[in-house]
């Protein structure tokens, strides 16, 4: 290394300099003005105590001389003494004040800035002290504030050249000690930045030796010169690294060249097609699968933009798909896309959004899907005719229940007639042809409801209303509905309810008989002869009931228990003679869940089942109160003289209900057997009650009574429905029309009579 | 009936007492003032004149007095000021410079202002015009020389005491006083000197009162009236002023 010596050959007064000048200035001028103020304020009390001073001097010394001259009113005295006061430093006006007003005075008010006092004049008279005046003296105090401004400026002025003259002093020193070798420092870092190989050693022009020495500027020297050293090292091994840097990077690039290689040849392997998309719609790239799958060459494709080759023509479609794509970055969706020749390709594309640095681009695979949107099409034509086929069924079941319901009409109710018929008694054994008749009527016409039921089920059209039902009156009715059946047999039914059972379940009224009436009427059919039923309702903690059928048959096996609630699942009782359709179960337990319960059964071989349900109990309890409609409904009426209108195409059922109606006493039966011919009557005669077929051909019974009711000689007469659509949807679009009531075939005759009573009742009532 | 005797005894005790307070109130004890020396004034061995007719002119309407001697002007300022209750004896006129003076009308007496001298070449009559060829010498607060006195000098005493000596120190060629209280303090001093007559001029004095007390005066000046005309003012006179009639030289 070559020793680098510079010397200050320069004196310049730079800003180091300035600052340094003008530091001290400012901090000198600080301290002296900080030195002033205290000096001044010091001055200035020390001033103002003495003029405080000479006033206490006056008040102690002169006062009693003062009070004696003005006891006797001696003027020539009190002047004198006045004006010798007066002449006391800063002592300007001095005046004596008696009642008031001045008596005398000496000196004059002069000054801007005062100080005043005011003595009282105290002399001892009769034994005391009497005030005969007040000393009124004014101190001037311009004279002391013009002595510490004099002061103020001498001290400021003398200070003020002593710090410049120290300053410059200062960085003269400063620049013949530092400043110039700190140039030089910079000098040879400049060098050093520019040649970092340049092997000159710093050395600054200064004595080898010093009293002082190493001092400061040394430490310098010798830090840099070593930071010298240490750069020319690194400096080495920067180019060592570099050249490991360059190996390792063409490693890398070779590494991603073969990677880009494998990925070319996968993407041009693939059945799938693949292309990119600019955001601008500009096809970028393309790989020989897409390009077979429309027909075009690769260099066809890329003059192309994506709406040469999307067949969708729905441009809100379109948009949607490419907001969902730039929104959640991919998007999957089937479309179809034009080939080169004009046909068309079902294609499923998946689409992701890809960002390479700031540009964005739409990465697509493009599947053909043609074979698959066949067998789609295949698959949904399939389910259509099922479909059909399925309601043509459903159909056909509730068109048949309707044809049998009609006739199984005239065959109870005709039944029921003989039965009652007290006029005509029969033979016993005529009575028990009669039994016979309707107990096979009635099996058959439970079977026909089932199926309905059935076949509502399955069409989705089952419809539950639920409502708070009190559960005791139910279940009692329901087991005395079963007990001539029981009887029969010798079985005993014991029904155990507790003694103040008011629980009250939230079900379907006509759904929950249904349900209890099947579960007993199993308990009574699978039964031993002379066997036991037992019926059971139990509280459960979470607010629920059980109702439980216990008998004492002969039991399941645990394998067939899963079986049992399926439909047309009759197990073994098929070869046992006794009667069933096999779908009671599978109906009560479709019902009690869509009333929110569940249903289940417990069995012992040889020993007796016991089938059992859970409903949940209702808040509310149940408002209509049965006993009083009751009542009202099976009291006969005492008739006048009644015209009752049917109107009814089917001759067999005009001739039962005729018989039903008139066996009650004063009754005129006028029959219509059409809808016109009925309004005709209806206006004529003036019945008191008409009952309305609903069935009737040309005009139906919602259109006769619609006329009944625009009619003002008619409109008041109450209407019944009769139909043999027993739906509740039907029963309640009936009641929303205006009929009075709504009877459903078979007709029950007591059901019919007590509707004629209280509605025959009702008028007379009116009347 | 014993209870409305009982209350109108209590009544009229209550009226009584509150009659008698009042009157306390009234005979408070009057403080009075004066300059004068003796003869006018009071010695320490008794009375003067002013005082002995003062006393008894306020006892004729039920009052009480005390009497003060001050100098100059402080008798003036003190009773206009309130803090004093009357100035025994002043000229008329004194209560225009003092607006809460009163006079009382009847006069207290008469007073001669009058020169001593005690060189020999210094004759009468001396006049207020003639004083300018002389040193005048008076009493400070006489308010006559104050304004009347155009001398070619004027030298001040404090106090009576110190009057005289002027004369002795030649400090003054005649001292300014009046018949009385010159004749009384020319005895004491017991130097020749020379009362000059005929007087320099003579006025009618008067009692004055602080204009708090103005409701006493009409019966204060009736009662002086009755003294002089009963008598007792002349044997006042006789025992105090009679024995400094003397109008000669004193040698």
């Not at chain 1, 105290?122 to 004014?138: D, F, P, S, W």
């Not at chain 1, 600054?204 to 930071?227: C, E, F, H, I, K």
């Not at chain 1, 295949?378 to 059909?388: C, D, G, H, V």
């Not at chain 1, 009669?434 to 009527?441: C, D, F, K, M, Q």
Request: charged fraction near 25%.
């Amino acid at each position: 290394m070559k020793p680098s010596v510079a010397g200050a050959k320069t004196w310049r007064f730079d800003g180091l300099a300035r600052h340094l000048i003008l530091s001290l200035i400012l901090f000198s001028s600080l301290i002296t003005a900080l030195i002033t103020a205290i000096d001044l304020y010091s001055d200035y009390k020390r001033d103002i105590g003495g003029i405080e001073n000479r006033m206490r001097f006056i008040r102690e010394s002169y006062l009693p001389t003062l009070v004696e001259s003005v006891w006797v009113a001696d003027k020539v005295q009190i002047d004198t003494q006045l004006e010798g006061l007066s002449r006391l430093q800063d002592i300007e006006y001095l005046a004596i004040g008696v009642a008031g007003q001045e008596r005398w005075r000496a000196g004059a008010l002069r000054s801007k800035r005062r100080i005043a006092s005011d003595i009282p004049l105290l002399r001892n008279y009769r034994g005391r002290a009497v005030n005969i005046g007040t000393l009124h003296i004014v101190a001037s105090v311009d004279n002391v504030m013009d002595r510490l401004w004099n002061k103020l400026l001498e001290t400021l002025l003398r200070n003020l050249g002593k710090s410049f003259l120290v300053a410059v002093f200062m960085v003269f020193i400063f620049q013949r000690l530092a400043g110039r070798h700190l140039e030089t420092i910079a000098r040879h870092l400049r060098l050093l930045g520019r040649e970092p190989h340049s092997a000159q050693v710093l050395r600054l022009d200064r004595p080898a030796q010093g009293r002082w020495r190493p001092d400061t500027l040394d430490d310098v020297v010798s830090a840099v010169n070593s930071m010298h050293q240490d750069i020319g090292r690194s400096h080495a091994e920067i180019l060592a690294l570099n050249a490991e840097l360059e190996q390792r990077v063409a490693e890398r690039t070779h590494d991603l060249e073969r990677q880009n290689l494998r990925n070319e040849l996968i993407l041009d392997t693939t059945a799938d097609g693949f292309f990119v998309v600019g955001l601008d719609g500009r096809i970028l790239d393309v790989n020989p699968a897409y390009c077979r799958m429309l027909g075009y060459t690769r260099g066809e494709l890329l003059q192309l933009m994506v709406p040469d080759v999307e067949a969708n023509e729905n441009a809100q479609e379109v948009a949607a798909h490419i907001a969902k794509i730039l929104h959640d970055g991919h998007d999957r969706f089937d479309t179809r896309q034009r080939r080169k020749d004009g046909s068309l390709v079902a294609v499923e594309i998946s689409v992701n959004l890809v960002a390479l640095g700031d540009e964005k681009m739409f990465y697509a695979f493009v599947r053909d899907i043609t074979e698959r949107k066949q067998a789609e099409q295949a698959l949904i034509l399939t389910k259509n005719e099922a479909e059909r086929a399925n309601a043509a069924k459903s159909e056909f079941l509730s068109r048949m229940s309707h044809e049998l319901r009609t006739p199984l009409n005239a065959v109870l109710g005709f039944g029921e007639l003989l039965e009652t018929d007290t006029a005509h008694r029969l033979t016993e054994e005529q009575n028990d042809h009669v039994r016979e008749i309707l107990h096979a009527g009635n099996h058959l016409l439970a079977m026909v409801n089932e199926v309905l039921d059935l076949s509502r089920i399955e069409s989705g059209r089952l419809e539950v209303s639920l409502e708070p039902v009190a559960l005791a009156p139910m279940i009692e009715m329901c087991v005395a509905q079963l007990r001539p059946l029981a009887a029969q047999r010798g079985i005993k039914v014991t029904l155990e309810l507790e003694p103040n059972l008011l629980h009250t379940v939230q079900a379907d009224r006509t759904r929950l008989k249904e349900v209890l009436l099947n579960l007993l009427s199993n308990a009574v059919k699978y039964n031993r002869e002379g066997g036991a039923i037992d019926v059971r309702c139990t509280p459960l903690e979470n607010k629920r009931l059980r109702i439980s059928v216990h008998d004492t048959g002969h039991g399941i096996v645990a394998d067939a228990l899963p079986r049992l609630f399926q439909p047309f699942e009759r197990l073994d009782s098929a070869y046992t003679g006794i009667q069933g359709t096999g779908i009671g179960l599978a109906l009560s337990k479709i019902l009690v869940e869509a009333m929110r319960g569940v249903i289940g059964v417990e069995s012992v071989p040889g020993a007796g089942s016991t089938f059992w349900f859970e409903l949940p109990l209702a808040e509310a309890r149940e408002s209509i109160p049965d006993a009083a409609a009751a009542i009202f409904a099976i009291t006969p009426i005492c008739a006048s003289r009644h015209k009752i209108l049917y109107i009814e195409d089917n001759p067999a059922n005009m001739r039962l209900v005729q018989k039903i109606v008139t066996s009650r006493e004063g009754i005129a039966f006028l029959e219509g057997v059409d809808g016109e011919a009925g309004l005709l009557i209806a206006i004529e005669r003036q019945p008191d009650l008409i009952l309305l077929d609903i069935n009737l051909p040309g005009m139906d019974g919602f259109e006769v009574l619609r006329l009944l009711r625009e009619n003002p000689v008619t409109r008041a007469i109450p209407v019944v429905a009769i139909s043999a659509n027993a739906m509740s949807r039907d029963i309640e679009r009936g009641m929303a029309a205006g009929f009075s009531d709504y009877l459903t075939k078979p007709l029950e005759v007591q059901r019919l009579l007590s509707v004629v009573d209280r509605i025959l009742r009702a008028g007379e009532y009116l009347n | 009936m014993r209870h409305f005797f009982l209350m109108c005894v209590m009544t009229a005790l209550a009226a009584f007492a509150s009659q008698a307070s009042t009157a306390d109130a009234a005979r408070k004890r009057l403080q009075l003032t004066t300059v004068a020396q003796p003869p006018l004034g009071s010695t320490q061995q008794g009375p003067g004149f002013l005082e002995q007719v003062a006393r008894e002119a306020f006892r004729r309407i039920g009052r009480e007095i005390d009497v003060a001697t001050l100098p100059g002007e402080r008798s003036l300022i003190n009773t206009e000021s309130g803090l004093d209750d009357g100035d025994l004896m002043r000229a008329p006129g004194f209560e225009k410079a003092y607006p809460d003076l009163v006079q009382v009308p009847e006069k207290m007496g008469d007073m001669d202002f009058v020169a001593y001298a005690k060189r020999k070449d210094i004759k009468g009559p001396i006049t207020w015009d003639t004083l300018s060829n002389y040193v005048v010498g008076y009493a400070v607060g006489w308010k006559i020389y104050d304004r009347k006195v155009k001398a070619r000098d004027v030298a001040k005493a404090r106090t009576l005491d110190e009057l005289f000596p002027l004369l002795d120190l030649q400090r003054a060629d005649l001292i300014l006083i009046d018949r009385w209280q010159g004749q009384y303090a020319a005895r004491m001093h017991g130097a020749a000197v020379r009362l000059i007559e005929p007087p320099l001029a003579s006025s009618p004095m008067f009692m004055y009162l602080n204009k708090k007390h103005a409701a006493i005066v009409p019966a204060l000046s009736r009662a002086l009236a009755a003294m002089k005309a009963d008598g007792t003012y002349q044997r006042i006179y006789n025992s105090t002023l009679k024995p400094f009639e003397l109008r000669q030289e004193i040698p």
